[in-house]
């Protein structure tokens, strides 16, 4: 549920249609009115009203009796401007697929989206992968290499912001992996890049690069995925980090930053 200081500018009803939307996960395409009560905290008649009005307006699909919902296209639509306009996308492709067929993994480029980190490109080369990133897809924030990346590059007070609101969220997530951060940080000041040695996935190593700077008002972040089965993770790191670290430095030449 989105939680906000008073302001007399924030819409609330917005936000919690918003927030009703933001249930949906790959793995739960389909809810009820129940489901968005539990996971947002808002009534069940607010609720009903909130899903009426976004099937009407065609960000849901309404089906079966009692009632389930799936999203519908207009949210789709809603986000191929955005993702039309990211040049980046474009230019990065085939360099990330470079880097994936030699890593025999998966490079992918991610941003922030409130607590998460979400692809917005990706590039595989192994299938082997259980976890297997496309568009739209999510990382944790906090107990990925993406997201201690981005947070490592990201101004101070922002950084404090954003994991405050994760303490908040998740008390004991925060306090398993916030102590990893400072590691994080370290590395990235020396070598360029982070990595995740299984923290988040018990199958994979993962390594994440950010760019220097925001990009149209976005920090990007690359990312790379590849099996632990497939080396030590010192081994893959020494391969994999510096190449990505240059991904993200070539990204900037044609991007125009540098």
Not at 103 to 130: C, F, I, K, P
Request: proline share 5%; hydrophobic share 40%; with cysteine.
């Amino acid at each position: 549920m989105t939680t906000r200081d008073p302001d007399r500018e924030f819409t609330t009803t917005l936000a919690s249609g918003i927030d009703i939307l933001a249930c949906f996960r790959a793995d739960r395409p389909v809810l009820a009115n129940k489901d968005f009560a539990q996971q947002t905290g808002l009534s069940r008649s607010a609720v009903a009203r909130l899903t009426h009005t976004l099937v009407e307006l065609g960000f849901l699909q309404r089906e079966g009796e009692p009632a389930r919902y799936r999203l519908g296209a207009s949210v789709l639509a809603l986000s191929y401007p955005l993702l039309a306009s990211m040049q980046i996308r474009q230019l990065a492709r085939p360099l990330m697929k470079q880097l994936a067929d030699h890593a025999r993994g998966a490079v992918s480029l991610v941003v922030r989206d409130r607590l998460q980190m979400v692809y917005v490109e990706t590039a595989r080369s192994n299938e082997a992968l259980q976890t297997r990133p496309d568009i739209g897809a999510s990382l944790p924030l906090l107990s990925s290499a993406a997201g201690k990346a981005w947070l490592a590059r990201v101004a101070d007070e922002e950084r404090a912001a954003v994991l405050n609101q994760l303490r908040v969220a998740d008390a004991r997530h925060y306090e398993t992996h916030f102590p990893s951060l400072a590691a994080a940080r370290r590395d990235l000041e020396r070598k360029g890049y982070c990595g995740n040695n299984l923290e988040w996935r018990p199958d994979a190593y993962g390594f994440a690069a950010p760019l220097g700077r925001p990009y149209q008002s976005l920090l990007y972040v690359f990312n790379c995925g590849v099996p632990a089965e497939d080396g030590p993770y010192r081994e893959r790191a020494g391969d994999i980090g510096p190449r990505l670290v240059a991904l993200a430095r070539e990204t900037e030449r044609l991007l125009g930053l540098v």
